[in-house]
DNA sequence: TGCGGATAGTATGTAAGCGAACTAAATTGG
DNA sequence: CCAATTTAGTTCGCTTACATACTATCCGCA
């Protein structure tokens, strides 16, 4: 079944990237957060709020996240002198060194996790999913979509 | 990237099935259960570490879902008399009722989550998430595979 | 100006998964 | 036959995700 593929896939993927991580000798950085990474290298100091809206994932899950990626020493949180309730996200001098491991990673993991798959049906199977996600928010939220 | 969409689509299949079980006023029934649910379906009285190797999970793992799935009622964890380290999972009245309702979710959220994807795609999805788990698995264990 | 609703972030509790360490029991091998 | 190893299951600590409820702050409008 379909359900299983995905749960599997997903997961290996997961601890894939957190064995490259800790084959480079970083066993403090996981799959978790490459995502909120990426959002930073495209441009830090932005709200968790405005992350997690990127990466798709709740603000209560966020605060966990920035929690370990904090102790990670991967970034910081700053107080927002114009609005008193928000916090910034900054990358710390690691967080910004480490760049281009991320890339390594993610890059060594496409080629390990996809070998034997054409490129084409890489990109075909991740627009198919993208039209489950779809179906999903589409019948979750909309309800008698 | 691709670890996005397997992350996003297998959460969002595990939601869609916890949606449609309390719509059928199952709230107590979660997507976790159906791998177990559908493994003892075809035949109870196995021990926690057969069906977790049926549905690859680890016995840790195991031992907190057949907690929350005894607290649903849906089995029951019987000593082995031929082997005192062993437990058998039966299923109760409940877990063998709603048999049906399992079912009917599960096709259910088939063919909601796969709406406008032909069959012979889903396959293909199938086929090459397998593959990827495969590749996981071989670039994991071995190390240098 | 000040009240009432939005918004930012956190806290809490639950689910689902892992690995490592542990106990009890069974099995194997010398 | 008994010591050593393996196996069954649980417990513990951690990650990652959610929802809900809470505090603090901001903003719109009367």
């Known amino acids: ?11 290996a993927m997961k601890q894939h990237v957190n064995l490259l991580f800790k ?6 950085v996981s799959m978790g957060f490459i995502g909120v ?5 495209k441009g830090d100091g932005r709200t968790i709020s405005e ?13 966990g996240l920035i929690d370990r990626m904090a102790k990670a020493d ?6 927002d002198p114009a609005d008193r309730r928000a916090l ?9 060194r480490i760049q281009p491991v991320v890339a ?3 890059g060594q993991t496409y080629r390990d996790l996809t070998s034997g798959i054409g490129d084409k049906d890489v990109e075909k199977v991740e627009k198919l999913l993208g039209r489950i996600i779809d179906n999903a928010s589409s019948n979750g939220k909309g309800k008698n979509g």
Chains 1, 2 share one sequence.
């Open 51 to 63: 992350l997690g809206d990127s990466v798709s994932l709740e603000r209560s899950t966020m605060t």
């Open 88 to 96: 910034r996200i900054w990358l710390t001098e690691r967080g910004t």
């Open 104 to 106: 390594k990673v993610l």
């Open 1 to 11: 079944m379909i359900g299983f593929f995905l749960s599997r896939s997903s997961l």
């Open 74 to 79: 991967l970034v910081t949180r700053e107080p």
């Open 37 to 41: 990474l990426l959002e930073l290298y």
């Open 23 to 28: 084959e480079e000798g970083m066993e403090d």
